[in-house]
């Protein structure tokens, strides 16, 4: 069997319908594995991930298609497990996938085979798809990409789990695609959203005019309120200068040298930078709902000197809500309404200092490691290696080779 084997021969040959433990000759399994098979990474999916998408169903009780936009890898264990969480809901999961690399290579044996596991699935809608097309490319209003999405209506999670850095260029203005997607979501719906965004840390891997906006969007905040420095003092390990712009030089300095504070401090800045998009027109707040990061590396040749390091890939939980605000009668026909009456006050209105000062004492107080957290934790890494094992099993990949490759992470320092 071949990758160029047609599909619905593959689909044939290799799973038939509801034997997901089947497994072939040849050269299957397989024993070659990405680092998001690692068992940190469906710690990740599993409490990070579908933990805080089961709490936004529980916000809305009467949506039973749940619309997920992803850059899902050829195995679609993310899509699995969200599905699951819907599907003990009573909910159904429809996913929209953008894949650049769909039109150059063919269909594997494991996307063919997890396609068709999650299709399986009663918590999958069967018009679900994966695009080959990049995110980025919504950017472009006359792209296929952005046809997808316009033609989808709005998404209740949206999952960009990068590979590298969450960065713009001239070939994927990521930035750009993040603007039209937001001014999308909150044209399209009232109710509430979530962002899931991984990215790489090193300040060397990202635009250093972007690092500047985004210490331009802290610095703002810094000059308006005092608190707010004081936690991002904290945050950084260094003194809390009185003077606003020495303040952020010595915060900058410091990024250079360390990629974990480098990361919480890119948490930060992406949290203000999308807050104040949606700060515009009718506002919403954005609450960052969890910071959590690892290490990349590990399996590498160089996994002991990666092992020493700090973390330096950070994966942000973000959920968005639209700000409700009272709707007065200018005309003062409505007493209890008119300008002046107190209606007003019975909505919050938008504060964006203190969502910044709440989204900075979030990232002071609950970073978590989970290199060390499931290092640091009695049987966790076996219990996560065994569930993912059995994910991996019926895409096609070696039981034994895989607890091989999962057991030899080196101790990383925490």
């Given at each position: 069997?071949?990758d160029e084997t047609?599909?619905?021969?593959v689909?044939?040959?290799i799973?038939?319908?509801g034997?997901l433990?089947h497994e072939?000759?040849?050269?299957l399994?397989?024993?070659?594995?990405?680092?998001?098979?690692?068992?940190?990474?469906h710690l990740v999916?599993?409490?990070?991930?579908?933990a805080v998408?089961?709490?936004l169903?529980?916000?809305?009780?009467?949506r039973?298609?749940?619309?997920?936009l992803?850059?899902p890898?050829?195995d679609?264990?993310?899509?699995?497990?969200?599905?699951e969480?819907?599907?003990?809901?009573?909910?159904?999961?429809r996913?929209?996938?953008?894949d650049?690399?769909?039109p150059?290579?063919?269909?594997?044996t494991?996307r063919?085979?997890?396609e068709q596991?999650?299709?399986?699935?009663?918590?999958?809608?069967?018009a679900?798809?994966?695009?080959?097309?990049?995110?980025?490319?919504?950017?472009?209003?006359?792209?296929?990409?952005?046809?997808?999405?316009?033609?989808?209506?709005?998404?209740?999670?949206v999952?960009?789990?990068?590979?590298?850095?969450?960065?713009s260029?001239a070939?994927?203005?990521?930035?750009?695609?993040?603007?039209?997607?937001?001014?999308?979501q909150c044209?399209?719906?009232g109710?509430?959203?979530?962002?899931f965004?991984?990215?790489?840390?090193?300040p060397e891997?990202?635009?250093?005019?972007?690092l500047?906006?985004?210490?331009?969007?802290i610095?703002?905040?810094?000059s308006?309120?005092?608190?707010?420095?004081a936690?991002?003092?904290?945050?950084?390990?260094c003194?809390?200068i009185?003077?606003?712009?020495?303040?952020?030089?010595?915060?900058?300095?410091?990024?250079?040298?360390?990629?974990h504070l480098?990361g919480?401090l890119?948490a930060l800045?992406?949290?203000?930078?999308?807050l104040?998009?949606v700060?515009?027109?009718?506002?919403?707040?954005?609450?960052?709902?969890s910071?959590?990061?690892y290490?990349?590396g590990?399996?590498?040749?160089?996994?002991?000197?990666?092992?020493?390091?700090?973390?330096?890939?950070f994966?942000?939980a973000?959920?968005?809500?639209?700000?409700?605000t009272?709707r007065?009668?200018?005309?003062?026909l409505?007493?209890?309404h008119?300008?002046?009456?107190g209606?007003?006050?019975?909505?919050?209105?938008f504060?964006?200092?203190?969502?910044?000062?709440?989204m900075?004492?979030g990232?002071?107080n609950?970073?978590?490691?989970?290199?060390?957290?499931?290092?640091?934790?009695?049987g966790?890494?076996?219990?996560?290696?065994?569930?993912?094992?059995?994910?991996?099993?019926?895409r096609?990949?070696?039981e034994?080779?895989?607890?091989?490759?999962a057991?030899s992470v080196?101790k990383v320092?925490?």
């Open positions: 069997m071949t047609p599909q619905d021969e689909l044939d040959t799973l038939t319908q034997d433990a072939t000759d040849g050269e399994p397989l024993a070659e594995f990405k680092p998001w098979h690692l068992p940190r990474k999916r599993k409490e990070q991930w579908a998408v089961g709490r169903l529980d916000d809305l009780p009467d039973r298609m749940i619309k997920y992803c850059l890898g050829e679609l264990i993310d899509v699995q497990v969200l599905a969480v819907c599907q003990n809901k009573g909910r159904v999961l996913y929209l996938g953008f650049e690399t769909l150059t290579v063919s269909r594997s494991q063919v085979s997890a596991i999650v299709r399986q699935m009663s918590g999958v809608d069967p679900s798809e994966v695009v080959p097309d990049a995110f980025s490319s919504i950017a472009r209003v006359d792209s296929r990409g952005n046809q997808y999405l316009r033609d989808g209506g709005s998404h209740d999670v999952n960009l789990d990068m590979c590298d850095a969450f960065t260029d070939q994927k203005p990521t930035h750009d695609a993040m603007v039209e997607l937001i001014t999308h044209n399209r719906r109710e509430p959203w979530l962002l965004v991984t990215t790489r840390s090193e891997r990202i635009a250093s005019n972007e500047a906006a985004y210490m331009d969007r610095k703002a905040n810094a308006a309120s005092k608190t707010f420095q936690d991002v003092a904290a945050l950084a390990g003194e809390n009185d003077e606003v712009d020495a303040f952020c030089v010595e915060l900058s300095g410091r990024i250079s040298n360390d990629p480098s919480r890119l800045g992406i949290g203000k930078w999308l104040g998009i700060a515009q027109g009718d506002p919403w707040r954005v609450d960052l709902m910071v959590w990061c290490r990349t590990l399996l590498s040749g160089s996994g002991q000197q990666f092992a020493s390091e700090p973390p330096n890939l994966s942000l973000f959920r968005f809500e639209k700000i409700k009272a007065l009668d200018p005309a003062g409505a007493v209890e008119a300008p002046g009456s209606a007003e006050e019975r909505y919050a209105a504060n964006e200092s203190a969502l910044a000062e709440k900075v004492r990232i002071l609950n970073t978590r490691d989970i290199d060390c957290d499931v290092q640091g934790q009695a966790l890494h076996e219990l996560l290696m065994e569930e993912s094992a059995a994910l991996l099993r019926v096609y990949y070696s034994t080779a895989y607890r091989l490759w057991g080196p320092s925490c």
